[in-house]
């Protein structure tokens, strides 16, 4: 019988971000149906957003303008709830994060 060897957790110290890092937040969270994404860090100019699935098969696809710190608004009320990964790519940078969508109150 073969045993896996145990999990190991590291804990790195966190750096200050340099002023071109890629910042994003979402919300509301979790996502229930149409959600905010905000490109902090004085980040600005053209963004692909990509919504993926659990599986790999991209949900949502588009490019935005962004002016530094803005946002701008997801229509994600037809997806079905579940795990989905967001990715936002300006070029240099890309960032994929994971989220839910629960299903919306009644």
Do not use: C
Not at 66 to 87: A, C, M, N, Q, R
Not at 89 to 96: K, L, M, P
């Amino acid at each position: 019988s073969s045993t896996s060897p145990p999990f190991i957790v590291t804990t790195l110290p966190v750096e200050k971000l340099p002023p071109d890092d890629l910042v994003i937040e979402w919300y509301p969270q979790p996502v229930r149906g149409d959600f905010t994404v905000r490109i902090g860090n004085g980040n600005a100019g053209s963004m692909l957003i990509t919504i993926m699935d659990i599986l790999g098969r991209t949900v949502l696809s588009k490019t935005v303008d962004i002016d530094k710190g803005g946002s701008v608004l997801i229509p994600f009320d037809e997806p079905l709830p579940g795990v989905y990964v967001l990715t936002v790519e300006n070029g240099t940078r890309r960032i994929s994060l994971p989220f839910l969508k629960v299903q919306r109150d009644q």
